[in-house]
């Protein structure tokens, strides 16, 4: 009777461990206002390398309003839809950034907080014309390795701008960067173009060895 007992009791502890390490990857939003010159942050801590996206920020009367984060290893601007990784456990601030009228009028922002998972290829891509400029970026749960697979648009030649933890590194086509892990790896094109109507756009791949 033991044996029998014993064999039964292993699968549902097997079965309850799975469940706990599945519910272990939190995902959680935070959300910030400004309003009549009052500011309430948004604020959370993660316990391991977290994703932060900017999913909503609303309410500039002039320009965008973006998603401000005070992370470990990030301190800066997302804009809606942008994503960067922490380096670490520790506080996540949000704050919303951009211009409003007083009286009647403030600032929205909320972000999603994840914990990073290892993704093996990850392709990030940006632009860059005479207007605007978009960003692309990877949360990295360990080191990682950057290799610029597309830039063009450039009247004397365009390049992919990695930025990482250990600074900015400028790569044509072809060429690639090791950057140190977990945190944030974005691109941003480098280049002249021909105004009005030109632009950049460049693509980079990132690679990590996932345990």
Partial sequence: MKRTF???????????????????AQTRTIS????????TAGNTIGSVPSKITCTQAYGASVGSATCSIQSPGWNGLLAVGESIGTNGPG??????????????SGLQCSARVEDTVCAATQSITASAGP??????????????????TAASGGTFGTTCGIRSATGN???????????????TASISCGGQFNHPFGGLSCTAVVTQVCP
Wanted: glycine letters at 12%.
């Fill in 6 to 24: 014993w064999a039964c009791v292993m699968p549902a502890a097997l079965v309850l461990g799975l469940w706990a390490g599945t519910v272990s």
């Fill in 32 to 39: 910030a206002s400004a309003s009549n010159g009052n500011t």
């Fill in 91 to 104: 506080n996540i601030r949000l704050t919303c950034q951009g211009s409003y009228s007083i009286p009647g």
């Fill in 131 to 148: 207007n605007v400029s978009t960003r692309g970026s990877a949360a990295l749960a360990t080191s990682a390795v950057v290799r610029c």
């Fill in 169 to 183: 590194t400028s790569l044509t086509v072809g060429q690639e960067t090791f950057v140190p892990g977990p945190g």
